[in-house]
T-cell receptor
């Protein structure tokens, strides 16, 4: 999982601010997945993207959350007007193809909303 | 709706003995299963996987068993080592399209904390 890069590793925001989380997939990987882990819980799927396309966003909250994976640059998970319940660890994973290939995870971004 | 369940929050094992971690699932459409290990403040690390057409897959000290009729899988670690102490997650996935050529999200269990004592 060392190949998937996420930044920042830690992010502190006050309620109502915006949070931007970045993910650079492993070299050669064009599929990106975002997961969220709330305290004392397992990882929950949020969104699956390929370059310039959202493939599956069934796990994304309907409001305030958005994700993109532009042609150039990292994938971005954006949370607008953060609330305390958004405090969690956000993990990005990547795979080479959208097959049963293993998803490799980054180290995560720990978001704390004050 | 918890489609993948790990009913044991924790497991404590002596070094050198076998660790058995269990996982149950409810969705019969799942056809590929994975185990990940996670240390604190790090991302999950892939351990081993198994397709639903198999009932066993082995990789070194790690073996995964799948019982499709019971919708149950288990991870065996033999022999257990102190460095194996971590949180273990099982995950499942299913085809995202009718042709079965595309997969997407992983559905994770809640995790089991394994502690291996020297």
């Amino acid at each position: 999982n060392a190949g998937v890069m996420q930044n920042p590793r830690h992010l502190v925001r006050r309620r109502g601010q915006e949070a931007r989380l970045r993910c650079s997939p492993m070299k050669g990987h064009s599929h990106v997945y975002w997961y969220r882990q709330l305290p004392e819980e397992g990882l929950k799927f949020m969104v699956y993207l390929q370059k310039e396309n959202i493939i599956d966003e069934s796990g994304m909250p309907k409001e305030r959350f958005s994700a993109e994976f532009p042609k150039e640059g990292p994938s971005i998970l954006r949370i607008q007007q953060v609330v305390r319940g958004d405090s969690a660890a956000y993990f990005c994973a990547s795979s080479k193809r959208g097959t049963r290939e293993t998803q490799y995870f980054g180290p995560g971004t720990r978001l704390l909303v004050l | 709706d918890q489609q993948v369940k790990q009913n044991s929050p924790s497991l404590s094992v002596q070094e050198g003995r076998i660790s058995i971690l269990n996982c149950d699932y409810t969705n019969s459409m799942f056809d590929y299963f994975l185990w990940y290990k996670k240390y604190p403040a790090e991302g999950p690390t892939f351990l081993i996987s198994i397709s639903s057409i198999k009932d066993k897959n082995e990789d070194g000290r790690f073996t995964v068993f799948l019982n499709k009729s019971a919708k149950h899988l288990s991870l065996h670690i033999v022999p257990s080592q102190p460095g194996d102490s971590a949180v273990y997650f099982c995950a499942a996935t299913r085809p995202a399209n009718a042709g079965g050529t595309s997969y997407g999200k992983l559905t994770f269990g809640q995790g089991t904390i394994l502690t291996v004592h020297p």
